[in-house]
């Protein structure tokens, strides 16, 4: 969607834009003393920093969250509404406020339209409880979390509910779990990572096997899983949230480790022949293996690529850091739990991962 003489601006520009000249005059008028916070946060390419132009066809523009506490959403949150829709005005920096629903039921998205009557706004009132149990599955935001409802909750659910911004807290509690929030505790974050490094030692030989039998498309596809795990990895070493597919090359782009990853991953990828993919994946294998003992989370691992068993394939046989991190690992849980990981490294369906009810009762059945 183009909107002639409304030039491109950050999402989150825009929505801080929205609160501080058109949302919170208007609380601070009709609503006077009404405790609130005011971000953007949750969905949205613009939470995790990666939107362009390209974003404005749905569900991008002028958006905000409004948090209450649970009673004064329950007394005020229609009043709001009405009122902003009344009251705020038709555009932010040349943008419209109001979104036009689509009646396509495949298609079920808003779209930025001008109107001459109330705004259709995308200003959503919530309690920071009723809205954490919807984005995680989290009961309430000051409940000390187990070491099992961390391993519950999707990396994209958590980069959206740390990500975005947060333009005014006067409940503390949106900012508090936040915090909370940035990270895994330490315990998590090691196991995550020798889950990780496990999910590597499964596959890194089939490159070669398939190879062997003549498979070579399944040999690059393979290959192709394999760079996506390392990938994955390079961002939890570097204690960042992985979001989902469409934004993982970006997020990891952004990482220091990428330049000197860049020709290995590339190589692996558009590898024609199964000597190339391989010997470009072990290069992949010893950068990262090297960043993982430079963590110093570990007792060092040899980072080199060797055979397979007795079998003609150069692997870094990624076990052996999976098994030094798990020997790290005193928490009892986390202990004896097998290497399977969080909820998003033994599943990738997106219409499971977006529905905490269903991912919580996903993991107590693994667990």
Not at 44 to 58: I, K, M, Q, W, Y
Not at 147 to 164: S, V
Not at 169 to 191: E, F, S
Not at 230 to 241: A, D, H, K
Request: charge should be neutral; proline fraction near 6%; hydrophobic fraction near 40%.
């Amino acid at each position: 969607m183009t909107i002639p003489g409304a030039p491109f601006v950050p999402g989150i520009e825009l929505s801080r834009v929205l609160y501080e000249e058109a949302v919170e005059p208007v609380l601070r008028d009709a609503f006077p003393g009404l405790r609130h916070a005011a971000a953007r946060v949750g969905s949205g390419s613009e939470v995790l920093g990666f939107d362009t132009p390209r974003s404005a066809d749905h569900e991008w523009g002028p958006r905000l969250e409004i948090f209450l506490t649970a009673e004064d959403r329950a007394q005020h949150g229609a009043a709001i509404r009405r009122t902003l829709a009344e009251r705020l005005p038709k555009e932010i920096r040349g943008w419209p406020t109001h979104f036009e629903e689509s009646d396509d039921p495949l298609d079920p998205v808003g779209r930025m339209r001008s109107t001459d009557g109330p705004v259709n706004h995308r200003v959503d009132v919530h309690d920071v409880d009723g809205w954490l149990a919807e984005q995680l599955g989290v009961r309430s935001a000051g409940a000390e979390l187990t070491t099992r409802a961390w391993l519950a909750m999707p990396q994209q659910r958590l980069a959206e509910t740390t990500g975005g911004a947060v333009f005014h807290d006067g409940l503390g509690t949106l900012t508090d779990v936040r915090r909370r929030l940035a990270w895994y505790p330490d315990q998590v974050w090691r196991y995550l990572l020798a889950c990780q490094w496990q999910r590597v030692s499964q596959e890194e030989a089939f490159v070669g096997r398939c190879a062997e039998v003549g498979d070579d498309i399944g040999s690059a596809v393979v290959a192709a899983r394999l760079v996506r795990d390392l990938m994955r990895l390079c961002l939890l070493l570097e204690r960042r949230y992985a979001p989902y597919s469409k934004w993982l090359g970006s997020a990891f782009g952004r990482l220091p480790a990428a330049k000197s990853l860049e020709p290995a991953v590339r190589g692996a990828l558009a590898a024609t022949d199964y000597r190339t993919r391989e010997a470009r994946l072990c290069d992949a294998y010893e950068v990262v293996a090297a960043l993982q003992n430079a963590s110093g989370l570990n007792a060092p691992v040899d980072p080199k690529r060797r055979p397979y068993h007795s079998r003609p394939f150069q692997v870094l046989r990624a076990e052996r850091f999976a098994q030094a991190l798990a020997r790290t690992v005193t928490d009892p849980d986390l202990r004896t739990s097998a290497l399977v990981g969080s909820m998003d490294q033994w599943t990738d369906s997106t219409d499971l991962l977006n529905q905490p009810r269903a991912v919580q009762a996903a993991a107590h059945a693994l667990q």
